[in-house]
């Protein structure tokens, strides 16, 4: 099956990455694929548990930018943010070559509007027009036919956004639920989590966002063989895993390697950055988190 494989620009980048000389350059560490990536992608969290201001954002990425790709809200924030300062963020991180997502939001959106497509299509030109990159589409909250969700995945990309859906096994996934209230509400097969990640590819995904919730996240055994059938199912380069804890993170690059894509916390940059890189780790990553530079050179001498 194919799928569609654009980048978030098929243009040349508005913002070049900065570059950055580093001292310490001559010694051995994993290569890293310059700004705009296509694979080993890595989203942060902005404000949201933590405030995040423009002065911190900046700070933040003049030292770890080039280990950034994304920049995502979270719990509807932005919408609480005066304009002015709302813009300064957006184009704080766009300055450091950083695309930004709405995080989920627009469930509540669909909720309070009952579907209304004018409200919704009000929504996402106002996302646009604000500066928005991405726009995630989360369906852990609202019962919603595939159809019906693949069809704002399409609405979304009319507006000039690239849909971002979110999608796991655990109903009720994406608030501040305890174990046994997500225990008691079920999780879904991995199959369905699989056959919805494919349609919605279909439909103009730009990316998949593998829900944590009833994997690693608020579970009490972690569920690796969802994370093996989502992997082996579906292209890497077009899913990314929230992994906001250290050992989850740790889990996917030493399963997936070092170009895996990953969702993490902001106060977690360092760490990643480290362990992608193949500089530190723990244990069981230590000296282990290797790349081969020729990789890609060879995939396409091969085609394989």
């Known amino acids: 099956m194919r799928y569609a494989r654009h980048a978030l620009s098929t243009s040349a980048p508005r913002y070049t990455t900065q570059s950055q000389t580093h001292p310490f350059s001559f010694l051995p560490a994993n290569s890293l694929d310059p700004k705009p990536r296509t694979k080993g992608l890595t989203e942060i969290r902005g404000p949201y548990y933590a405030p995040v201001t423009e002065t911190y954002l900046n700070e933040l990425l003049n030292d770890w930018g080039d280990y950034v790709d994304g920049i995502k809200f979270a719990g509807g924030a932005f919408t609480l943010m ?120 279909e439909a103009g995904a730009y990316m998949i966002m593998i829900e944590s919730e009833g994997i690693t996240e608020n579970v009490k055994n972690w569920r690796t063989d969802v994370i093996s059938a989502v992997t082996s199912a579906l292209p890497s380069d077009k899913i990314m895993f929230e992994a906001a804890e250290p050992d989850v993170f740790a889990y996917h690059i030493q399963n997936q390697g070092a170009r895996a894509n990953l969702f993490i916390d902001h106060s977690q940059i360092v760490q990643l950055a480290c362990l992608r890189r193949g500089i530190w780790g723990t244990g069981s990553t230590f000296n282990r988190v290797v790349t081969f530079e020729g990789a890609q050179e060879g995939r396409a001498k091969h085609n394989y």
């Not at 497509?117 to 919603?144: M, Q, R």
């Not at 369905?192 to 919605?200: E, H, Q, S």
């Open 82 to 201: 005066p304009e002015e300062r709302l813009k300064g963020l957006i184009e704080t991180a766009h300055k450091h070559n950083c695309y930004v997502s709405t995080g989920g939001y627009i469930e509540r959106v669909i909720s309070a509007s009952g579907g209304s497509k004018s409200t919704i299509s009000k929504y996402l030109t106002t996302c646009k027009n604000l500066g928005f990159d991405v726009l995630e589409i989360s369906s852990g909250f609202l019962s919603i036919p595939t159809d019906d969700w693949a069809a704002l995945v399409e609405f979304t990309a009319t507006h000039g956004l690239k849909p971002k859906p979110e999608v796991g096994i655990q109903w009720g996934a994406g608030g501040d639920a305890s174990v046994e209230e997500l225990e008691s509400a079920g999780t879904r097969d991995p199959k369905w989590l699989i056959d919805r990640a494919k349609t919605f590819l």
